[in-house]
């Protein structure tokens, strides 16, 4: 059964850190797009960075140059780092992997870690 187990949120003040991680099990997903999507109330959940296999990444423009995703295959995890933080960040993160780099195209899903940057 395969299980992606999101941890790291919490609660930070604007211009802080955080850094979630993403432990999958299950199945190997050295082949897959790994991805951190985040849904803030009342908004569709957004891609917020991607990761595949060969390290080629992907970012929304408004975390760009703020956060660092990362993976290592051989530990079947993901991980996003997060700096300078604003309130605009503050969403239910959730990881994710499959064969397409979108939404529609992720297979597996986690349960979210909530993130609250407070101004």
């Known amino acids: 059964q395969v299980q992606l187990v999101e941890s790291g949120g919490g609660l930070v003040q604007a211009g802080g850190s955080l850094r979630l991680s993403c432990a999958a099990s299950g199945r190997t997903f050295s082949d897959y797009y790994m991805g951190w999507f985040r849904q803030a109330p009342g908004k569709q959940r957004e891609l917020v960075a991607g990761i595949i296999s060969g390290g080629i990444t992907n970012y929304a423009d408004s975390v760009k140059g703020r956060f660092t995703i990362s993976r290592d295959n051989a530990k079947n995890t993901v991980a996003l780092q997060m700096n300078s933080l604003k309130p605009e960040d503050t969403a239910v993160y959730y990881c994710?992997?499959?064969?397409?780099?979108?939404?529609?195209?992720?297979?597996?899903w986690g349960k979210g870690t909530l993130v609250t940057v407070s101004s």
């Open positions: 994710a992997v499959g064969p397409i780099a979108t939404i529609a195209g992720m297979r597996y």
